[in-house]
């Protein structure tokens, strides 16, 4: 006869399951403690202070608006450079001779560049181009120069998400292609990079929205500015950059700045990372 | 099924195989493989699990070299014309023979745009009344027409098996191929989608020339005029055991191995 169904588990066993839930829902709770205590901290000192002139002036009178356009202008530059020459790596790495050695260098020295600490970006392109179009055009610290800082940092992660997405297009495609006579780039164009449209806009997504919060490459690329930049050649102000100037002001409305600045930025963030995990998870 | 009484030198030979080997790196898959497809027959190649039957079809219209690196000795030529001469456009060579793969795979669009493809990839630019009448005629040719006509602007992949595997071979026609290659086209389908398409080979060779791989022995011989048996040994090396007509392989096969497949002993 089989062992009756309803013999009920050892209290011993019982107890074990019960704690282990607990243990593990506690440390759920302490994991995302730190993001609520960051949410609520920048949002009680960003909130109040917020005014719709903060939007409209720069800096030099009590507003954030001309950060704003720097930020938006620099990633603008980095999204330009960065994302078709990410993309194009990324297709090479995926679909041209994966396994040859060239390829697998290029691979290891993306995957390095993801790794490169992004002070060192910063003082790279400094010395690459900061100190080179001064020499050469007679313009130093530019929305150009902390634009390439940005894609640089960019660059390997959409190259390494287009890499892993084109990876996920099933084979058979490729096959089905050529075998209607294809050729190579018809059949990336029209079937393989269609089929990966949205989680390669996730990946992209992605990388703005690292871009859009990074500080250090701007540090000694685009500077800082009180006011508004003349053009894309004169020092461009930035919402981190902003933060990290002022927070320390002794005036008090400058000072309001910097959480009001730093609620804003969160925002943006956030914002493109939902549609961003969207995609993503609708991909699956 | 078409009575084949006349002699095999009367046929027009529309692939020839000349002692055709086969490596995956180092490891050699098919051995001197001889063989002839014959213009508007249908030709099976069976044999059990691992003989090379795939690794062969797959070699008549070198789609075999994206999967990995392979070799290949030995001669096939597409109406006289050497498929493995260094400067085949392997894109032309594809769009004449074209191929139905194992698991229907239609790509992520719409049942048009799957089997327009083919046809708008081609060198000629194609006016798009043009192109719909290729579409309805491929379409019509692979008898799918009347399940999708109230639907051709909806994704292929909301069809079931047997209707994608259809979609398919209305893709392959669509671009007018000379041969049709198919490689266990009914492997992934159920047996009333198998039917269907069992018809639709019957109904497509008048037009076309088609060589099909599979596994299942009375799908060879409902199918078919001619048969290939292939079959491997303890090397492993596939080798062609015996091509004939597919009424003589079933009914008097000669290689005692061939007997013993089709008898069901072994496969």
Redesign the interface.
């Known amino acids: 006869m089989a062992t009756k169904l309803t013999t009920p588990l050892s209290p011993l066993r019982n107890v074990f399951d019960r704690g282990m839930t607990v243990l593990a829902f506690g440390l759920t709770i302490v994991g995302i403690l730190p993001l609520i205590s960051v949410l609520w901290n920048i949002i009680s000192k960003g909130l109040p202070g917020l005014t719709a002139v903060m939007f409209t002036k720069p800096i030099i009178d009590d507003g954030f608006a001309n950060a704003v356009v720097g930020t938006l202008t620099m990633i603008t530059i980095a999204s330009l450079l960065s994302i078709p020459i990410g993309i194009a790596t990324g297709i090479y790495l995926a679909e041209y001779q994966p396994t040859t050695r060239i390829n697998r260098t290029i691979k290891f020295l993306t995957t390095i560049l993801t790794g490169v600490p992004s002070i060192v970006v910063g003082i790279f392109t400094y010395n690459a181009v900061v100190l080179v179009s001064k020499r050469l055009f007679d313009f130093s610290y530019s929305a150009v120069a902390g634009g390439i800082a940005l894609a640089i940092l960019m660059l390997p992660i959409i190259a390494l998400t287009t890499e892993e997405v084109l990876k996920l297009v099933?084979?058979?495609?490729?096959?089905?292609?050529?075998?209607?006579?294809?050729?190579k780039f018809?059949t990336i164009t029209?079937?393989i990079l269609?089929?990966a449209v949205p989680a390669l806009t996730t990946g992209v997504l992605l990388a703005v929205a690292r871009g859009i919060g990074e500080t250090a490459p701007l540090l000694f690329t685009a500077l800082f500015a009180q006011d508004w930049a003349d053009n894309l050649t004169s020092p461009t102000a930035s919402l981190p950059i902003l933060i990290f100037n002022l927070y320390n002001d002794p005036d008090p409305v400058k000072n309001q700045l910097v959480w009001t600045a730093s609620l804003f930025l969160l925002g943006v963030v956030l914002v493109i990372n939902l549609p961003a995990r969207f995609l993503a998870n609708r991909n699956r | 099924m078409r009575e084949i009484h006349k002699p095999a030198q009367e046929l027009e030979t529309a692939i020839q195989v000349n002692n055709l080997s086969f490596f995956y790196g180092a490891s050699r898959a098919l051995e001197s493989i001889n063989m002839t497809i014959f213009k508007n027959h249908v030709t099976a190649i069976i044999g059990p699990s691992g003989c090379g039957k795939s690794t062969f079809i797959k070699a008549l219209?070198r789609?075999g070299e994206?999967?990995g690196k392979i070799k290949t000795e030995g001669q096939v030529e597409l109406y006289g014309q050497d498929i493995y001469h260094p400067q085949v456009n392997?894109?032309?060579?594809?769009?004449q023979v074209?191929?139905v793969?194992q698991?229907p795979?239609?790509?992520?669009?719409s049942i048009y745009e799957n089997v327009a493809?083919?046809v708008k990839?081609?060198e000629e630019k194609v006016q798009r009344s043009e192109l719909d009448n290729i579409v309805e005629s491929a379409l019509q040719g692979a008898a799918i027409w009347n399940e999708v006509k109230d639907k051709l602007h909806k994704s292929a992949l909301g069809l079931s098996g047997g209707q994608q595997q259809r979609i398919?071979i209305a893709?392959?026609l669509a671009?007018k191929p000379k041969v049709l290659l198919m490689d266990e086209p009914c492997s992934a389908l159920d047996p009333i989608a198998t039917i269907k398409i069992e018809d639709l080979i019957h109904s497509l060779r008048n037009d076309l020339t088609i060589a099909i791989v599979t596994h299942n022995m009375q799908q060879a011989a409902r199918v078919s005029d001619y048969t290939a048996f292939f079959s491997t040994d303890e090397s492993r090396i596939g080798r062609m055991v015996e091509f004939g007509e597919t009424k003589q392989i079933f009914s008097f096969p000669v290689d005692k191995r061939t007997n013993d497949y089709v008898s069901g002993r072994f496969g």
């Open positions: 099933p084979n058979n495609f490729r096959l089905a292609s050529s075998g209607l006579g294809g050729s018809q029209r079937i269609p089929a | 219209n789609i994206l999967e392997l894109n032309q060579l594809r769009r074209g191929m793969f698991k795979n239609p790509f992520p669009m493809y083919g990839i081609g398919c893709r392959a671009v």
